[in-house]
């Protein structure tokens, strides 16, 4: 299964358009001064993998949740090319009876472990930490 992605430069300094074959577009800035940076834009690309998965696995477990929200905090090595060698999630949920809350940490260990293809690209060396918040 290949995935295309193109990506334009608009002329001026590091600013791009990126898009996919439908034509959904995203503005991406190499320096991060006009838009999304390529680096951030790779961390929200992993916070939707993941994200789609554990929203996905809690309603086929039929786990409501009232509020998801997920930060991914990524650590760098100083030397060219500064690859991110430690990520760290930070998932927080609301509205999650006590009760569930065993489901939701299975539906993110399934997300990381089995799911979530944009964690499994990166899987041989990288080190990552997960945090669940559940918010009521």
């Not at 577009?25 to 993998?49: K, R």
Request: negative net charge; glycine residues 8%; contains cysteine.
């Amino acid at each position: 299964m290949a995935e295309r992605v193109e990506l334009r430069w608009k002329g001026r300094g590091m600013l791009f358009d990126g898009w996919r074959d439908e034509g959904i577009s995203i503005p991406i800035d190499g320096d991060g001064a006009e838009a999304i940076s390529p680096l951030s834009a790779f961390l929200l690309g992993l916070a939707a993998c993941t994200g789609s998965d554990v929203v996905d696995i809690a309603t086929k477990m039929r786990v409501p949740i009232g509020s998801f929200d997920l930060a991914i905090e990524g650590a760098r090595v100083s030397e060219m090319p500064r690859r991110y060698r430690a990520l760290r999630f930070v998932y927080r949920l609301g509205g999650v009876a006590n009760a569930d809350h065993e489901k939701i940490r299975r539906a993110v260990s399934l997300s990381h472990e089995k799911y979530c293809s944009a964690l499994a690209t990166l899987r041989e060396d990288l080190d990552f930490s997960t945090d669940i918040i559940f918010e009521d």
